[in-house]
């Protein structure tokens, strides 16, 4: 079982990811309306993939060394292959499947955010 410590950490990556993926919708609506917006939808994509391969590697760390479940490695890793999938289509301008994958990505992110939640809460109650 996952110690308190451990569902900190998991539950700190996975939040980082829900705002990197947030930022990006936002600095997409930036893309279209500001000269600049490009760059700063581009250094949004670096900081969104650092993120999504740093809640893969935590995602690792609490399930191997720490005892936890390995089920968020299965979310992190495919949401690691999604993100580069929306890279590659975003260096392609393929802008038919970028958007909607984008939009897909922040329901993923935000549904595995509210189950890590849980089940800190989960691991709360069972404690006291």
Do not use: E
Request: net charge positive; aromatic share 8%; glycine share 10%.
């Amino acid at each position: 079982m996952s110690t308190p410590t451990n569902l900190r950490f998991l539950r700190i990556a996975i939040t980082l990811q829900t705002l990197a993926v947030f930022v990006q919708a936002i600095t997409a609506g930036l893309l279209l309306s500001l000269p600049g917006g490009g760059a700063l939808h581009s250094a949004g994509a670096y900081a969104t993939f650092i993120v999504t391969l740093l809640h893969l590697v935590v995602a690792i760390l609490v399930w191997r060394p720490g005892g936890g479940s390995p089920r968020p490695i299965l979310y992190a890793g495919g949401f690691f292959v999604v993100t580069s999938a929306q890279v590659a289509l975003g260096l392609a301008h393929v802008k038919t499947l970028h958007v909607p994958l984008g939009v897909l990505m922040f329901g993923m992110s935000v549904v595995q955010l509210g189950r890590i939640w849980a089940d800190r809460r989960t691991s709360v109650d069972a404690t006291a």
